[in-house]
């Protein structure tokens, strides 16, 4: 027996004591009045303004009012032709931001999710030089991506070291594959290790015994990859491909500063509305802005449908109830 | 033979590690390299400066660059960003972590549910609304819309905190005679002064990284943030790009950001994990 389902380590759930389980008529009116201000302020910065892009894309630009012939003031109503144009002649430069959106998605998430395991893995072996490898690992998290855009443009540049390594002479950060290749190792440069952080994590949470009892039985490193570290990191592995999935579906900051606003093979979602946006085409943006929302939750709750309950307890952080031998464990170590 | 075989895997672990490190700093260390150069020696690929110049850290602080503003607008507006969204977060967690009420997971769902979403989604309807009342070029049209990621950020790495905190405590200063409120102030807060410091660090990196928001909102020189005025510094000629003043105007946002990562990674590291893992 080598596959040890994670159920197996899973205790009897809800082991809240009981005062904190016990929702009172107190309780409610005083959680009522210390969650309100942040609710309050999150329907002002994130609820208002989306159902005022939903308005504002059903409105088109201030010009000549076809019927009067007077330059209107106001913005006139067109109904879902914004939405509709998509699927017109001007709808080629949405369509090409939409398909760089999703390529940089799958291709950045993939490549960082495999390097970011693997980083992990290593980490996990070793016992001394922990804290190096934790600072280190941490700096391109905090290396703000505008400068890791400028940083990136620079190791690009058609003089600089990447070429002097390759030795070739490419025009990285200009319009072609390789200025979306460009990017894409720009982009897993930053976030591969804040994957390999997460699994490290998840990976510290396996008890020892089960790879010993493992060995025991005859399994090799490769066996014990796939069927015990595998599904034991899954919880906190997905919850880190969520997170980036989402992240690099808003993708802006990198493209826009390595290769430039405007740019067809680079040119994402935000950057298309953005740009919109600054040219006041506010209705056009509005309506890209609501379909790029749009696909983002569509993504997320797919994430959630495919892979059930886990996800939900992870992003509800509400203590993981279905695993929650597993996470409580380290709740008590900390 | 099995001291041969540890001795072989922890050689390779080591040898795994430093390649882990190299990949994680390399960038970066060449970003520091390039800043050191002389403009002349800028398309130099040697490892080291030589010789050693300052050169572009004189040119990012010459003052028709405006860089020492743009550090102090960064400044004010991740600062601002993250104390409002602290204050908020704390009372949001402490209820989120100690007690019981309805609808209580499907609130928190919500909250971080906001942090996943698309910023240019805020960003297209506020810049339409802060043109009509001018408050374009200010530091509230930037400190608004950060609290869209700021607090749900803010809120979770709170909560999973005190959530970590054992119950007794407050129990006990309750049977103190303390009320729930006392014990909050006098008893949780300060326990919880770790966690609320680790997220403030967290919350200040984000929103000092913060682009899109800042580009937006602003066109006036005087009031773009770091990130916004490096990416559109101009050099002394406009044929080339200024690489070493930016490289050195990189290092320099980037450097009080690795200092907090270095002193404080290990409450970094749980902070975001703890987020993160649960």
Not at chain 1, 166 to 180: C, D, M, N, S, V
Not at chain 2, 88 to 117: D, G, N, V, W
Not at chain 2, 228 to 256: D, N, R
Request: glycine share 8%.
């Amino acid at each position: 027996m080598t596959e040890i389902p994670p159920e197996a380590d899973a205790r009897p759930a809800v082991q809240r004591p009981v005062e904190r389980g016990r929702a009172t008529a107190g309780a409610g009116r005083l959680a009522a009045l210390l969650v309100s201000p942040a609710l309050l302020v999150l329907t002002i910065v994130v609820l208002y303004p989306t159902l005022m892009a939903l308005k504002e894309s059903l409105y088109g630009p201030k010009g000549l009012d076809p019927e009067t012939g007077f330059i209107s003031a106001t913005e006139p109503f067109v109904g879902l032709r914004n939405y509709a144009e998509i699927f017109g002649e001007a709808g080629a430069r949405f369509w090409n931001a939409f398909w760089n959106t999703t390529f940089f998605t799958v291709v950045t998430v993939g490549l960082e999710t495999v390097i970011g395991v693997a980083m992990a893995l290593i980490m996990h072996q070793a016992f001394r030089g922990r804290a190096l490898v934790r600072a280190g690992i941490l700096v391109p998290w905090a290396v703000p991506t505008a400068i890791s855009g400028l940083l990136w443009r620079w190791v690009f540049n058609s003089d600089g070291v990447a070429n002097a390594l390759l030795g070739r002479q490419i025009l990285w950060t200009t319009e072609g594959f390789h200025a979306k290749v460009a990017v894409i190792v720009a982009e897993v440069w930053k976030t591969a290790p804040f994957i390999g952080l997460l699994v490290l994590a998840g990976l510290q949470m396996i008890p020892k015994e089960v790879y010993e009892a493992a060995r025991m039985d005859g399994a090799g490193p490769a066996r014990r990859f796939w069927h015990i570290t595998l599904p034991l990191v899954k919880p906190a592995l997905l919850v880190a491909v969520l997170f980036r999935c989402m992240d690099a579906l808003r993708m802006f900051d990198l493209p826009y500063i390595l290769v430039g606003a405007q740019k067809h093979s680079v040119e994402t979602l935000s950057m298309l509305t953005q740009n919109e946006a600054s040219n006041v085409r506010f209705g056009p943006a509005s309506a890209y802005a609501v379909i790029l929302f749009l696909y983002v939750f569509l993504i997320a709750l797919a994430f959630v449908r495919l892979l059930g309950t886990d996800l939900v307890g992870g992003a509800g952080a509400a203590g993981g109830r279905r695993r929650g031998g597993l996470f409580r464990r380290r709740e008590a170590t900390a | 033979m099995t001291t041969l075989s540890t001795k072989w895997r922890s050689g390779l672990a080591y040898a795994g590690v430093v390649a882990v490190v190299a990949y994680c700093l390399a960038p970066f260390y060449w970003m520091l390299v390039s800043s050191l150069r002389r403009t002349g020696d800028i398309f130099d690929t040697t490892l080291v400066p030589s010789p050693l110049s300052f050169e572009n850290y004189r040119a990012v602080f010459d003052p028709t660059q405006g860089f020492g503003r743009a550090l102090l607008n960064s400044l004010v507006v991740a600062g601002i960003t993250t104390v409002l969204a602290l204050m908020l977060a704390t009372f949001t967690a402490y209820a989120m972590a100690r007690l019981e009420f309805r609808f209580k997971r499907l609130i928190l769902t919500l909250i971080i549910a906001t942090s996943m979403f698309p910023v240019v989604s805020i960003v297209v309807p506020l810049l339409k609304l802060f043109t009509d009342i001018g408050w374009i070029n200010t530091y509230q049209s930037m400190i608004v819309p950060s609290m869209s990621f700021a607090l749900p950020l803010a809120v979770w790495n709170l909560t999973t905190f005190f959530r970590q905190m054992p119950d007794e405590l407050e129990h006990a200063a309750m049977v103190d005679g303390c009320t729930r409120g006392q014990a909050f102030r006098k008893v949780i807060v300060p326990l919880a002064a770790p966690g609320i410091f680790t997220t403030a660090i967290i919350t200040f990196i984000a929103a000092w990284n913060e682009f899109l928001i800042a580009l937006s909102m602003t066109n006036k020189p005087s009031m773009q943030t770091a990130t916004v005025a490096i990416s559109k510094f101009t050099g002394a000629t406009t044929y080339e790009t200024p690489f070493g003043s930016q490289m050195a105007a990189g290092v320099l946002v980037t450097v009080p950001l690795v200092v907090m990562v270095l002193v404080f990674q290990r409450r970094i590291v749980a902070g975001l994990t703890a987020g993160a893992a649960k």
